[in-house]
């Protein structure tokens, strides 16, 4: 037995003279003689084989770790030596641990974390990343010791609850029912309006109106025109007497104002009292028909059937008495309360836009009022405001939002065609199965894909991390565009046949510089792909006990 490994050193010490130096002869014999690495030779033939390890034979510039060659100037799990991981997010670039900003990757210090794209940021007191990766504070709270706390006037400040908004000059406030600051810090409900649920509303009865221009909140009767409204004429409460209209915010008979003592019988028409009998109640030159004057000489009509309320008989036909206008099916109501829209009247939550009664908060033709149109931004309409769909707040619907959860170890979430998923997660979680409703689900390190003969399950799919430009030496480790991955490293050098490799050592196959000498799928040449658990050793396919 120990012939037959002197045999395999002598072979292995040619091929380093012949073919490319050895960085550590004394752990490949080490690996190849001990491979259980209890100290002690396999002199006996016994099988003291630790199969999961095999030798190793690296390139320059590589060393064995676990018995696997590695560069640690490149490999996030051995960065700078072995077992020298990076923590999340980070990755390795010349033996360092780096943090992938969108400028630049950069080292984080002691007291920093990495946040994806955003770089190095201190969660102690950064407002955009309090506590963790993309937890912002809201409003004019600001980050303290990883909390975002807000100004209380003289008092400490504090970590504002949920459903409140930090104010400032005023500290934590309930937006949902503070008419000073409703639904967001400033809002002033006004003219008597109600903050309900963040929204300034008028209380109308049981209901509750949201009012448009021109309306002003009469508390009890809702949103009205005090230019027309006969009930609240020029003031709420102020009602106009005798059958007069609200015109202009002032009562009227028609063109005219009535004296004190008359009302209104008519258009222009002010007297003591509208109806009559036969023998008294009209005017010099007029008669009394159906209870209403009519001028000497006019024909007499009975309506039928009866008018009913609101209503007076003239000419034989029912009509609105002064002071009243016809709405539709409502009948006779006063002058100036019909909102009709196309010949209906719309629900107190909807407004009239464009002959058609539409919700202002969620339409996408009128929203907010009837002159924004979000279609015409390509935008949707959310909450009486247009919003781009497509971001971490408004991502496939409107307010479907990605964020950070704690719960679910998730430390930064992001929107990818309309659907949120996992950015970062929380240090010790992992996710493996690339799912957004579960977050980081493991508090493992994935592990291999049942079923997959690769070396990695990274979000549900089975990959090769060798060369899988998305998962790159390890899971979420995406190559840069134009870049290629090759053993688990992003190569900026592509190669052809006109067009070798940087390297004498490397073999171009299938466009990827490989070498050949230690690569499982071109061992000794290109598509001589090594079977089942073998590996590749010295341009040749080995078990892991070197045979």
Not at 155 to 175: F, N, R
Not at 395 to 409: E, K, V, Y
Not at 452 to 460: A, N, S, W
Request: some cysteine.
């Amino acid at each position: 037995m120990r012939a037959e490994w002197m045999l395999l050193l002598a072979g292995a010490a040619w091929c380093c003279g012949a073919c490319h130096p050895f960085e550590d002869l004394g752990q490949y014999q080490l690996s190849t003689l001990d491979a259980d690495a209890d100290g002690q030779e396999d002199m006996q033939g016994d099988g003291d084989v630790d199969e999961g390890v095999p030798p190793c034979v690296c390139l320059a510039g590589e060393q064995c770790c676990d018995g696997v060659c590695v560069n640690d100037q490149t490999d996030a799990k051995h960065c700078g030596g072995c077992g020298e991981a990076c923590g999340v997010g980070l990755k390795c670039v010349g033996g360092q641990c780096v943090c992938p900003a969108k400028d630049g990757d950069v080292p984080c210090t002691s007291d920093q974390t990495c946040c994806g794209r955003y770089g190095c940021v201190d969660v102690n007191a950064d407002g955009e990343h309090c506590g963790m990766c993309g937890h912002a504070c809201e409003d004019e709270s600001y980050c303290q010791l990883g909390k975002c706390l807000c100004a209380q006037g003289n008092a400490t400040p504090k970590v504002c609850e949920s459903g409140q908004a930090c104010c400032l000059d005023v500290g934590c406030v309930d937006v949902s029912g503070d008419v000073k600051n409703c639904g967001r810090c400033g809002v002033v409900c006004e003219n008597e309006m109600l903050c309900l649920a963040g929204k300034c509303g008028c209380p109308a009865g049981d209901a509750v109106e949201v009012c448009g221009d021109g309306a002003v909140c009469c508390v009890g009767a809702g949103c009205v025109n005090l230019e027309a409204n006969s009930d609240h004429c020029g003031a709420c409460d102020t009602a106009c007497l005798g059958g007069m209209g609200c015109a202009g915010g002032q009562c009227r008979c028609g063109n005219v104002m009535c004296d004190t003592g008359l009302v209104c019988c008519g258009e222009g028409q002010c007297r003591e009292s509208c109806s009559c009998t036969d023998a008294e109640g009209c005017n010099e030159g007029e008669q009394c028909c159906n209870q209403q004057c009519i001028a000497h000489g006019e024909d007499c009509v009975v309506c039928e059937p009866a008018c009913v309320a609101h209503e007076v008989c003239l000419g034989g036909d029912c009509v609105c008495a002064a002071g009243y206008e016809p709405c539709g099916a409502q009948g006779c109501v006063a002058t100036g309360t019909c909102a009709l829209c196309g010949g209906v009247s719309c629900p107190s939550e909807q407004a009239c836009c464009g002959g058609i009664c539409v919700d202002l908060m969620t339409n996408d033709d009128f929203c907010g009022d009837c002159q924004m149109s979000c279609n015409a931004l390509d935008m949707k309409c959310c909450d009486g405001e247009c919003v781009a769909l497509g971001t971490t707040h408004h991502c496939g619907a409107c307010n479907d939002s990605c964020g950070a959860d704690s719960t679910l170890g998730v430390a930064l979430a992001k929107c990818e065609q309309g659907a949120c998923a996992v950015e970062l997660c929380v240090i010790g979680r992992f996710d493996c199965d690339g799912r957004y409703d579960n977050g980081c689900e493991s508090g493992e390190p994935c592990v291999p894909c049942e079923g997959c003969d690769t070396d990695r399950c990274c979000q549900g799919q089975c990959v090769d991390l060798d060369n899988a430009t998305n998962h790159c030496g390890l899971c979420g480790n995406a190559c840069f565009a134009g870049q290629y991955c090759s053993q688990g490293v992003c190569m900026s050098q592509g190669c052809s046949a006109t067009q070798g490799c940087a390297s004498e050592l490397l073999t171009c196959c299938d466009g990827k510089c490989v070498n050949t000498a230690s690569d499982s799928t071109n061992c000794g040449g290109c598509t001589n792909k090594c079977a089942g658990a073998m590996f590749c050793v010295a341009n040749q396919c080995v078990n892991a006990n070197g045979t």
